[in-house]
């Protein structure tokens, strides 16, 4: 607790003349509160003599602390939102910038719903916690030293019924709260598994629809409901459990406390106005004691909540950039793959040993079988991953030491799925370039060919591509891919098989336009179809991640090899290659 306690308050204390300012502020504000109760001890005593002057004074001091009160409490709250804010905004945008920093195998596994739901509740925890804590807890333990003192100064039994009440309290409630914040966890479980799937179905629900899975989907959410509903239920009967014990030993508190109020009056150790000051704060602070029960209780949920929300930043980032990183200037674009060995974690080696040059302005094309490697390369390549051996150089700099920014800036890449923001035409287009201008988008849109149907729409290219891009077809996805890829004109050029959601005429136009723009571009293709490679410079085929064989089209078939066996069974059609 005392980390996620550390990180807490190292963001409030970001704004330290607003964190100081405000307890200060809080402090007074909650002398004058008590104050104002203890006044009463005055007005009533000033009955008896009757003194209509004293009876003034008392209540013109009672009405100017009340009204001192109401001030302090409004500034006070107003200087601690300053830093409540400021820090709730710093950790969410630290934790999204962190999230971007985290390596690609960490976006790859991770599920999204269950992420946007620990998210949520951690964004929601964070602001509530410095309330719980830095607003109420702080109020509620200023009056716990206060009453004390006063009741100190009027018998010392009532502080030690006060103190033992308070003691008992919160051992019985610390002892609760530690399992409540264990089932806080198990709920926060099944609640993040619940989202996942929901956010699956809504993003996958053309799949549910296409398999008529509804009935099992729903069927799916109610089974984890029912874990759900176990997890809240265990949650709940926590609370129920401290309500008891805290109601029960509050009353038992007032009541010794007024016992003995009663006892000394009686004796006139104790005046009428000072039992009614007696009984004015027996009747707030105890219901204030069994509100401490439940301050402690909402901090073990933020605490809950918090836990993973933090853990984010401490996620490390494995892929990292040199201290001094190199800069590359008047960019070839040579790329060489040097002995370069690779596997994901924890499985066997997907690439062995590759040694592969490639020359500025070289197109090569990678083929083979689903597995032979060829994504895995060009993830390589954007350093989505880091070789295990051998190394990948850029004009012959190590891509390691180089800025992850400046790599990536380098290359353009059209993936075989694109994804798009839910976002008009022209912000997907210009995405790769900040400063792009409409007349730029345009031209890129043309070159991909896609002008002429963007114009045809209603807000053209303001118009929403919707959630993945999901308004627009296959072809018209990857289309607008090419055009994103164009406009920020990269000096090195991956596709992923470009073209192999268009129909045969967008196809044509699109190579066209393809080999147009990567004229003098170093470019690497990843071939699904062999139909689109006819033209390149050179043709790599790998095979359980090896090069087994490389050479242009009419070469590698006279060879009577993979390639030949390949296009043999292709036959111009699509291999079927997920890779």
């Known amino acids: 607790m005392l980390k996620i306690l550390r990180i807490f308050y190292r963001y409030n204390l970001r704004y330290p003349?607003?964190?100081?300012?405000?307890?200060?502020?809080?402090?007074?504000?909650?002398?004058?509160?008590?104050?104002?109760?203890?006044?009463?001890?005055?007005?009533?005593?000033?009955?008896?003599?009757?003194?209509?002057?004293?009876?003034?004074?008392?209540?013109?001091?009672?009405?100017?602390?009340?009204?001192?009160?109401?001030?302090?409490?409004?500034?006070?709250?107003?200087?601690?939102?300053?830093?409540?804010?400021?820090?709730?905004?710093?950790?969410?945008?630290?934790?999204?910038?962190?999230?971007?920093?985290?390596?690609?195998?960490?976006?790859?596994?991770?599920?999204?719903?269950?992420?946007?739901?620990?998210?949520?509740?951690?964004?929601?925890?964070?602001?509530?916690?410095?309330?719980?804590?830095?607003?109420?807890?702080?109020?509620?333990f200023i009056n716990f030293i206060i009453v004390s003192a006063i009741f100190w100064t009027?018998?010392?039994?009532?502080?030690?019924?006060?103190?033992?009440?308070?003691?008992?309290?919160?051992?019985?409630?610390?002892?609760?709260?530690?399992?409540?914040?264990?089932?806080?966890?198990?709920?926060?479980?099944?609640?993040?598994?619940?989202?996942?799937?929901?956010?699956?179905?809504m993003i996958n629900y053309e799949t549910v629809k296409y398999f008529a899975k509804e009935e099992q989907e729903v069927n799916r959410v109610k089974k984890q409901y029912k874990k759900w509903h176990k997890a809240v239920w265990g949650y709940a009967n926590t609370f129920r459990m401290i309500d008891i014990v805290t109601g029960a030993l509050s009353i038992t508190g007032a009541g010794l406390v007024l016992l003995i109020a009663l006892q000394e009056t009686a004796a006139g150790g104790l005046s009428i106005g000072e039992f009614v000051v007696v009984t004015g704060f027996v009747t707030t602070f105890f219901p204030n004691l069994e509100d401490v029960v439940w301050r402690f209780r909402e901090i073990a949920k933020h605490y809950s909540d918090l836990e993973r929300y933090l853990g984010i930043l401490d996620v490390p980032v494995e892929i990292t950039e040199t201290d001094k990183p190199a800069v590359l200037r008047n960019?070839?674009?040579?790329?060489?793959?040097?002995?370069?060995?690779?596997?994901?974690?924890?499985?066997?080696?997907?690439?062995?040993?590759?040694d592969l040059q490639i020359k500025p302005g070289e197109t090569v094309a990678l083929v083979g079988s689903s597995g032979a490697g060829k994504s895995t390369l060009t993830k390589l390549l954007m350093r989505f991953y880091d070789v295990i051996s051998g190394s990948i150089t850029i004009d012959g700099i190590d891509i390691?030491?180089?800025?992850?920014?400046?790599?990536?800036?380098?290359?353009?890449?059209?993936?075989?799925?694109?994804?798009?923001?839910?976002?008009?035409?022209?912000?997907?287009?210009?995405?790769?370039?900040?400063?792009?201008?409409?007349?730029?988008?345009?031209?890129?849109?043309?070159?991909?060919?896609?002008?002429?149907?963007?114009?045809?729409?209603?807000?053209?290219?303001?118009?929403?591509?919707?959630?993945?891009?999901?308004?627009?077809?296959?072809?018209?996805?990857?289309?607008?891919?090419?055009?994103?890829?164009?406009?920020?004109?990269?000096?090195?050029?991956?596709?992923?098989?470009?073209?192999?959601?268009?129909?045969?005429?967008?196809?044509?136009l699109i190579q066209n336009a393809f080999w147009k723009v990567s004229a003098g571009r170093t470019t690497i293709i990843i071939a699904h179809r062999l139909s689109t490679i006819l033209r390149a410079d050179r043709i790599i085929v790998l095979d359980n991640g090896s090069i087994a064989e490389q050479g242009t089209h009419a070469q590698l078939l006279e060879r009577n090899g993979i390639y030949k066996r390949l296009w043999n069974i292709q036959q111009g059609e699509f291999i079927n290659d997920l890779d």
Do not use: C
Not at 331 to 354: C, L, P, W
Not at 413 to 426: D, G, T
Not at 485 to 491: G, L, N, Q, S, V
């Open 17 to 140: 003349y607003a964190f100081v300012a405000g307890a200060i502020i809080l402090v007074l504000s909650r002398v004058a509160a008590n104050a104002a109760t203890y006044q009463f001890r005055f007005l009533v005593d000033s009955l008896q003599p009757f003194s209509i002057d004293l009876l003034v004074q008392a209540l013109g001091v009672y009405i100017a602390i009340r009204v001192a009160n109401v001030i302090l409490e409004t500034i006070a709250d107003t200087v601690n939102d300053i830093y409540f804010i400021n820090s709730a905004r710093d950790v969410r945008t630290d934790i999204f910038a962190h999230l971007h920093k985290l390596d690609y195998a960490y976006h790859a596994t991770k599920r999204s719903g269950s992420l946007i739901s620990a998210m949520k509740r951690g964004d929601s925890a964070f602001f509530s916690m410095n309330i719980e804590i830095n607003r109420n807890l702080v109020r509620l």
């Open 154 to 201: 009027l018998n010392p039994k009532m502080l030690a019924v006060v103190v033992v009440i308070v003691f008992v309290n919160l051992l019985t409630t610390m002892w609760l709260v530690r399992r409540n914040i264990s089932r806080r966890s198990v709920l926060n479980a099944e609640e993040d598994t619940l989202s996942g799937i929901i956010v699956d179905n």
């Open 400 to 508: 390691r030491d180089m800025k992850k920014h400046d790599l990536r800036s380098l290359i353009g890449i059209v993936p075989q799925e694109p994804v798009l923001f839910n976002e008009s035409i022209a912000y997907n287009i210009a995405y790769a370039r900040d400063d792009a201008s409409l007349e730029q988008v345009r031209a890129a849109a043309e070159i991909a060919h896609l002008d002429e149907f963007i114009m045809q729409l209603p807000e053209g290219y303001e118009t929403e591509v919707g959630e993945r891009g999901i308004k627009l077809s296959g072809g018209q996805k990857q289309r607008l891919a090419i055009a994103r890829m164009f406009i920020e004109d990269p000096e090195i050029i991956i596709f992923d098989e470009a073209t192999s959601q268009l129909d045969s005429e967008s196809e044509k």
């Open 331 to 354: 960019v070839t674009g040579a790329v060489s793959f040097n002995s370069v060995s690779f596997a994901y974690k924890g499985r066997d080696r997907v690439i062995h040993d590759i």
